[in-house]
């Protein structure tokens, strides 16, 4: 049977739910904009921050095999040198001459005539394609000369090969055995677009796995799976999402292989993550151009080697993108249309709302309460204007898995009415066992 199929008025929707709620908005939009730069907004921060503990969770958190890093933002020339960036980290790019607007040549297809068009005015009259070199450069300190050529980073791995020898004395770990690492990347793409899907700045989640280069193939296949299962564990449908092994005319320069988890976004499907063996590219490279040795040795096999690596890369706003486009719903609920995100709890951005069902001087201090009782356990959110009925499509709207909903009867019964959100069932329970009752329904 065929699969789903792109959705373009879907990414509308989500889009505006985005701006209107919170979740992201343009970045500097007082000024007009700033091409391909987002800021997230107050539910987009706190949703951002689940998905990139999500992650950590299940890759450092529920391992022993597996430790942290936080390397910084900033490299001199000689890291990308050795790594091969300064020399392949590049796009074609291509000119129109008539608008002056640039592309990537790989990207644009001939049309019926042959030719190779111009997407914004037709024409073309193209240049030919030039490589442009994808990394931001950039001076440090006072004097703008070659001695101070620095990069922003524009993948996180490399602050993981360059740890390699200072990690392995530290926390005598032997392989198999990884480093995580979380944080933002830059890249110079000559054509962002699709929302947050490529921009300039982002968030990657990235782990880089040293193992004996005999059980290579083995844990590509080990973390191929689980990177695919992490995001059907988090809500997103196993027809939406697919694994697509790279063809060898585009595996990078470093992999003997690799394979994309890809979504089906609503303009079609896009990687998500790619999990690469980089071989032991990485750390003989570094090994070379540093003079150090970045090796392993084996004492029970009497053996040393450079070990291969295994890479799961993530976008971490890429994933949390679909997410949020899986979780978009629209249905019918008394009679009225309801949008709901049917977000997983662990990635809502708001586990529960607190919503006293009045104002009153009377039901408030009860509320803020049972807040106060709710809050060292889990994010909550507090309204208290509008119609209940209002206020539970507001929470329905951006995920929130439950509310708690407090009234006047509360006042003599010390009870509270929980919603839950997919289904619009209600339970009423002691205040006294709220917090119990929704850290077994939300699982954290």
């Not at 792109?6 to 000024?31: N, W």
């Not at 004395?169 to 990884?178: A, H, L, N, S, V």
């Not at 570094?286 to 096999?301: N, R, V």
């Not at 509310?403 to 959100?421: H, I, K, M, P």
Request: glycine share 6%; with cysteine; proline share 7%.
């Amino acid at each position: 049977m065929p699969g789903p199929e792109p959705d373009p008025q879907r990414m509308d929707a989500v889009v505006a739910l985005c701006k209107r709620r919170g979740f992201i908005f343009p970045s500097a939009e007082i000024y007009g904009g700033f091409r391909s730069t987002y800021d997230y907004g107050p539910l987009g921060v706190q949703m951002l921050r689940n998905v990139k503990e999500a992650w950590w969770r299940s890759m450092v958190q529920l391992r022993d095999d597996v430790v942290g890093l936080d390397a910084a933002i900033l490299g001199p020339a000689d890291i990308w040198r050795a790594s091969g960036h300064l020399a392949t980290f590049t796009d074609p790019l291509v000119d129109c001459r008539s608008c002056k607007q640039r592309w990537r040549a790989d990207h644009l297809e001939p049309a019926d005539d042959g030719k190779v068009h111009c997407p914004n005015c037709g024409s073309a009259d193209l240049t030919e394609p030039r490589d442009f070199n994808l990394m931001f450069k950039t001076h440090t300190g006072p004097v703008a000369d070659e001695a101070s050529v620095a990069y922003l980073r524009p993948e996180t791995a490399q602050g993981m090969f360059v740890n390699f020898k200072n990690v392995l004395q530290t926390t005598r770990k032997k392989p198999p055995f990884g480093i995580a690492q979380v944080g933002k990347s830059f890249r110079n793409e000559i054509t962002p677009g699709n929302y947050v899907f490529r921009t300039r700045e982002f968030e990657q989640m990235e782990l880089e796995f040293f193992v004996p280069p005999a059980d290579a193939p083995k844990w590509f296949d080990h973390w191929v799976d689980e990177r695919f299962r992490w995001y059907v564990d988090l809500g997103i449908p196993q027809d939406q999402l697919r694994i697509r092994p790279h063809d060898p005319e585009e595996l990078s320069h470093y992999s003997a292989g690799t394979s994309d988890v890809e979504f089906l976004f609503p303009f079609g499907w896009g990687e998500l993550e790619g999990i690469a063996n980089r071989t032991d590219f990485d750390l003989k490279a570094h090994a070379a151009a540093s003079g150090e040795t970045l090796d392993y040795f084996d004492q029970a096999a009497n053996e040393r080697y450079v070990p291969y690596v295994i890479e799961p890369a993530a976008g971490a706003t890429r994933s949390m993108m679909a997410f949020l486009v899986a979780a978009y719903d629209q249905d019918e609920m008394g009679g009225e249309a309801r949008t709901v995100l049917r977000l997983h709890p662990r990635l809502a951005p708001y586990k529960v709302a607190v919503l006293p069902l009045s104002r009153k001087e009377t039901l408030t201090p009860l509320a803020r309460e049972v807040l106060g009782l709710l809050q060292p356990r889990f994010l909550c959110d507090y309204d208290d204007t509008q119609s209940i009925g209002k206020r539970y499509r507001r929470q329905d709207e951006v995920g929130t898995p439950f509310c708690v909903t407090v009234d006047f009867d509360s006042l003599d019964d010390g009870q509270a009415t929980v919603r839950e959100r997919d289904s619009a069932e209600q339970v009423r329970l002691p205040i006294q066992d709220l917090v119990a009752h929704l850290a077994g329904r939300l699982d954290l």
